[in-house]
């Protein structure tokens, strides 16, 4: 699976949106770009995928580049808490079977 | 649903003992994962099911960890014996498939070996 690159932390003020890039400049055409966070101490959480349209639901924007090579996890309103680790994973679909290959992430600070 | 239930949440062992996690799967998930987590490593998957049988264990550490699905709900991660560089946070997750990337993953247990 190809590799992610996230800067290691951002801070952002609550209320206003979070905007977290990542950068997967080698993914395959049969590569989706998933996003986890991890709240302290919690489980890792499912928040979004997507392929190569944008994508939305009750969490988050899901914003892929036209040529796939990076993406932006956006938070339209941020909270407290959503002070967390997220997470930007590519993975293939295959037979074979299915490993989420977690990375460093990057530690969202959400500020009053 | 309750979603995956991991016990104990906490464990504090001397090296040498047995430990044994245990994970049971969201209803009707067939595939589950078992992950470790350090501040060293990070996030690392250890072992996956799908249907009960194990798929690719390449991840577990050495001979001293074994990981089982006695039933389709129901796993546990063994560690014996056990060595202080395993305390960590041990977590399961389940999926409805193995192709999806929607894993559950439940609260870990924090294993620290003294």
């Known amino acids: 699976d190809a590799k992610t690159t996230q800067p290691p932390s951002m801070d952002c003020a609550e209320g206003r949106a979070a905007n977290l890039p990542c950068n997967h400049s080698t993914i395959s055409g049969n590569e989706y770009v998933y996003w986890y966070r991890q709240i302290h101490s919690q489980g890792p959480q499912y928040i979004i995928h997507?392929?190569?349209n944008n994508e939305t639901n009750e969490m988050a924007s899901l914003i892929i580049t036209e040529d796939r090579k990076s993406s932006t996890l956006i938070l339209p309103h941020a909270t407290l808490r959503d002070t967390a680790v997220y997470y930007c994973?590519?993975?293939?679909?295959?037979?074979?079977?299915?490993?989420?290959?977690f990375g460093g992430g990057t530690r969202l600070m959400v500020k009053p | 649903d309750a979603g995956v239930i991991q016990s104990p949440r906490h464990e504090v062992t001397e090296m040498g003992q047995e430990v044994t996690l245990r994970c049971k799967l969201i209803s009707g998930h067939n595939s589950l994962f078992w992950y470790r987590q350090t501040m060293m490593r990070g996030l690392e998957l250890l072992i996956y099911f799908n249907n009960n049988v194990p798929i690719d264990d390449s991840g577990m550490p050495e001979d001293r960890f074994s990981a089982k699905m006695p039933n389709a709900s129901f796993s546990t991660l063994k560690i014996q014996p056990s060595e202080p560089r395993d305390s960590a946070v041990y977590f399961c997750?389940?999926?409805?498939?193995?192709?999806?990337?929607?894993?559950?993953f439940g609260e870990g247990s924090r294993l620290t070996v003294l």
């Open positions: 997507g392929l190569k």
């Open positions: 994973i590519v993975r293939a679909l295959n037979n074979a079977g299915n490993m989420l290959t």
């Open positions: 997750a389940s999926s409805a498939t193995l192709s999806t990337g929607e894993l559950f």
